[in-house]
């Protein structure tokens, strides 16, 4: 039983690892904050007059605003939908007894340890390029004319690529809650006359439903502010700017700090809106 000695000492163990935290986490929000109601332009004389909310507003009516924040829902949903589905189904496969498992979970765990940046140009040069890519190739024996994926189906190609990144993360997650399954469970299911799909829908994926929702919370914590991807393939063209590059290109290419600040602001409050749904939504599995 822990006495009031020990917890204190365990906060005090703890308090420079709070206090880092908060610094790491604090100070750039602070700043963002900051410079959100400045008129900061470094390369343009560095001027930070105050400019009160106006560039919240240039920000929020800027043409550009809308569909960045409509493409990176749909990344979002999009990648949600294939990691979760395909997730389900590889740790449901990689479950099973089978030669070399070890390795096989190793090989299709190992695409989540790869840099976004390096994944993407391996997709966009290797397998998309309309002319040497592999799927032009595989297009090409068919008769088919090669399809030239990131201007062609641009958006789908992103979520592709985010996928195959993300869908290891959702496999393990998912596969080491199947693991946990009382196997007794299933084999009294299938004693009982149940077939696989109805042992599935009522035994498997409901116990599942934790994991599932871990799945969706980490992920869209994450995609949210997905830009790398973006960067070395699309460059934002084609329909698939972000809102993180839309404050990319304010920023660092416009050299208006003020407004990609604003932006900034912006994309916590989106984040925190569709986390609130989400917990509200899915996040009840976890106190199930």
């Known amino acids: 039983m822990a006495t009031q000695h020990s917890r204190s000492s365990a906060r005090l163990m703890m308090a420079p690892a709070v206090v880092l935290l908060l610094g790491w986490m604090l100070v750039p929000l602070t700043m963002t904050l900051y410079f959100s109601f400045k008129k900061y332009l470094p390369l343009r004389g560095g001027d930070l007059g105050g400019v009160g909310?106006?560039?919240?507003?240039?920000?929020?009516?800027?043409?550009?605003?809308?569909?960045?924040?409509?493409?990176?829902?749909?990344?979002?949903?999009?990648?949600?939908?294939?990691?979760?589905?395909?997730?389900?189904?590889?740790?449901?496969?990689?479950?099973?007894?089978?030669?070399?498992?070890?390795?096989?979970?190793?090989?299709?765990?190992?695409?989540?340890?790869?840099?976004?940046?390096?994944?993407?140009?391996v997709w966009k040069n290797m397998f998309m390029d309309p002319n040497y890519g592999l799927l032009a190739h595989l297009w090409k024996l068919f008769g088919a004319t090669p399809v030239e994926w990131l201007s062609q189906a641009s958006l789908p190609s992103i979520i592709m690529i985010v996928s195959w990144q993300w869908l290891p993360f959702a496999t393990l997650i998912l596969l080491t809650a199947i693991q946990s399954l009382d196997s007794e469970q299933l084999e009294a299911a299938e004693m009982d006359g149940a077939l696989a799909h109805k042992r599935f829908a009522y035994i498997t994926l409901p116990h599942l439903g934790r994991a599932i929702t871990v799945v969706i919370l980490i992920q869209t914590i994450f995609l949210l502010s997905i830009f790398a991807e973006i960067f070395v393939t699309t460059g934002g063209a084609f329909g698939t700017k972000t809102l993180s590059y839309l404050i990319f290109q304010r920023v660092l290419e416009s050299q208006n700090v003020g407004l990609g600040s604003a932006g900034g602001v912006y994309a916590i409050i989106l984040a925190n809106i569709v986390a609130y749904f989400l917990v509200r939504i899915v996040g009840k599995n976890l106190d199930a």
């Open 53 to 121: 909310f106006d560039n919240y507003a240039r920000f929020l009516t800027s043409s550009a605003f809308w569909p960045s924040g409509q493409t990176t829902l749909v990344i979002v949903g999009g990648v949600l939908a294939i990691t979760v589905v395909l997730g389900i189904f590889l740790a449901i496969l990689l479950n099973q007894p089978m030669w070399g498992q070890g390795m096989v979970r190793i090989l299709v765990i190992a695409p989540f340890f790869v840099m976004p940046t390096v994944s993407a140009l």
